[in-house]
């Protein structure tokens, strides 16, 4: 009996999956996302384990341990192409240790070998960290997520660069950084002035113990000394302009000290007055199409979050009316809605002592508020809220410059009091994305929304203070006794209609949530009770069915 075969007799003989062993049937197939979403949870567990491996059984009964046998892909090369799928989704890079299809008891199975997550880097899969709560996969709490990071790791934004000097960093990039230093501490500007730069890069926490970091050459160290950060780091900032269908226009690269180049990049943004004019005024509403405050936010959260031993640029696009910010590396905290409404300091971050040190030179938001700004900020002008994408081990958001739904940007002018958490959920729904149930009855508590889940829409009372009744009636639908009276109305008009004549007249305007089942039934009903009534009747010719008005 081989080594694998011993194995999975061990496995078997446990009397429950553990936080380390899942058994699955997976009798023809089985998704590639669900098989990741499993690969980070295992190996996060196993990290907290302190177990160098975990385990992952195809053709396995979870509850009874049957064997049951799998169809799923058992072929060398296709194995070795799933492998390089997990590698390519998971932060950081991974992939399973073996791979190994076994026979057991004449029964096709397959044993994943998982690898623990390296200490005090946890494992995402397409942007998202998995944990096991019992036998269910779920995101990784916090409380887990904090235990992993707070392994014993250095800080990459921390380390020492030993050939570096201070004749490496830029006289301009200190200075500014001291000017933003005072203002953020006004207090101390009396010492502030009495330091030499030395004194004062410590006391910003941009060196330790005079000593240069990296931190120290990201901010203010001078371009020509960026390849002593790291071999793989790639300290650029690349702004693209593209016209409408995407094509380049121009663009610009900016390099380290990334504390002028965060303004340099700001002033080549197009940046323009947007107009536009609300139902409630005769004066247009006059604004920037980007605030100042969210480029440079997003841009500096860029900067703080990247991950830069990728080896990626920071990338931001500007397209018409659009902005996007892209960063490397997975998003760290539970989720942005969480983020937002939390609205508190985060309790991890990827590169401490960077924020740390960009916070005291005001090129961050100190109390974990500045994504919540960027939120009530385009509230505020009722543009959309920022569009976060966290998927390919990036976080890319999309800041968007205008009214897209004059509608939605009506509510929020007319109804200030409502609560952030309604207004990203609005938002969603404004963008036709799905919300979840719970979400959905609270805001019809609130009577916000109408329809049946999950095709919910602006409620009516939302969409009279906006003034769109049209697409309230688009989704709604008339009342009932309006369609009769179209139909016998058009009947009257025409001396007679077929069947397919008035589902065409008819099912243009019913409430756009219907699937064309429930249309056609809808249509049936009607025309039933106006027969009942006796108010019509239907002549059969051949196939066709021919409704007339009764004399």
């Known amino acids: 009996m081989g080594q694998y075969e011993i194995l999975l007799d061990k496995l078997l003989a446990m009397s429950d999956e553990t936080e380390l062993v899942e058994f699955k049937e997976a009798k023809n197939d089985f998704s590639k996302d669900k098989l990741g979403q499993y690969f980070s949870a295992l190996s996060n567990e196993a990290n907290l384990m302190g177990v160098d491996s975990a385990w992952l059984v195809f053709g396995v009964a979870d509850k009874t341990h049957e064997i049951v046998g799998t169809n799923f892909i058992d072929t060398t090369k296709k194995l070795n192409t799933l492998k390089l799928f997990i590698n390519q989704q998971t932060s950081p890079n991974m992939s399973f240790k073996e791979i190994v299809p076994i026979k057991k008891n004449g029964k096709h199975v397959i044993i994943f070998e998982v690898p623990a997550a390296p200490r005090g880097i946890p494992v995402s899969f397409n942007g998202h960290y998995y944990g096991r709560e019992g036998e269910s996969i779920v995101g990784l709490s916090q409380d887990k997520l904090k235990r992993i990071f707070s392994q014993t790791v250095p800080d990459w934004s921390a380390t020492i660069v030993p050939a570096a000097t201070f004749d490496d960093l830029d006289p301009v990039a200190i200075a500014v950084a001291r000017e933003a230093y005072k203002k953020k501490y006004p207090s101390r500007t009396e010492d502030v002035n009495s330091w030499d730069d030395k004194k004062f890069l410590d006391k910003a926490k941009l060196t330790i113990k005079g000593k240069i970091t990296r931190t120290t050459l990201l901010l203010v160290g001078k371009d020509e000394v960026s390849a002593m950060i790291d071999d793989y780091c ?318």
Not at 259 to 274: G, R
């Open 234 to 551: 790639d300290p650029k900032i690349r702004l693209s302009i593209k016209d409408e269908n995407g094509d380049n226009k121009d663009f610009c690269i900016c390099t380290i000290p990334f504390i002028l180049s965060v303004d340099t990049i700001a002033n080549k943004i197009h940046n323009v007055t947007y107009q536009y004019l609300r139902d409630d005024s005769l004066i247009p509403e006059t604004v920037t199409q980007f605030d100042p405050f969210i480029i440079r936010e997003a841009l500096c959260n860029c900067i703080a979050h990247q991950d830069y031993q990728i080896g990626r640029r920071i990338d931001v696009i500007e397209k018409g009316e659009y902005l996007t910010f892209i960063n490397a590396g997975s998003f760290i905290p539970e989720s942005v809605e969480a983020v937002v409404i939390q609205d508190s300091p985060e309790a991890i971050y990827r590169n401490k002592f960077l924020v740390e040190a960009m916070a005291n030179v005001g090129m961050v938001e100190t109390a974990g508020g500045g994504i919540k700004k960027m939120f009530m900020l385009q509230k505020r002008k009722g543009f959309p809220l920022p569009d976060y994408d966290l998927a390919d081990n990036k976080v890319e958001v999309e800041i968007t410059g205008k009214v897209v739904d004059k509608d939605f940007a009506d509510i929020l002018m007319k109804n200030t009091e409502l609560s952030i958490e309604d207004v990203i959920l609005l938002d969603r729904v404004s963008k036709k994305r799905q919300i979840s149930k719970e979400d959905a009855k609270s805001l019809r508590r609130k009577h916000l929304i109408e329809g049946r889940y999950p095709k919910v829409f602006l409620s009516k009372s939302v969409a009279t203070v906006i003034g769109d009744r049209i697409g309230y009636t688009r989704e709604k639908g008339l009342e009932n006794e309006s369609y009769r009276q179209l139909i016998l109305d058009s009947i009257k008009k025409h001396g007679s209609l077929t069947k397919k004549e008035i589902t065409k007249l008819v099912g243009g305007i019913l409430p756009s949530n219907l699937t064309e089942k429930q249309k056609r039934n809808r249509i049936d009903n009607l025309l039933r009770r106006l027969r009942e009534e006796g108010l019509i009747s239907n002549d059969k010719n051949g196939s066709s069915s021919i409704w007339k008005l009764t004399k």
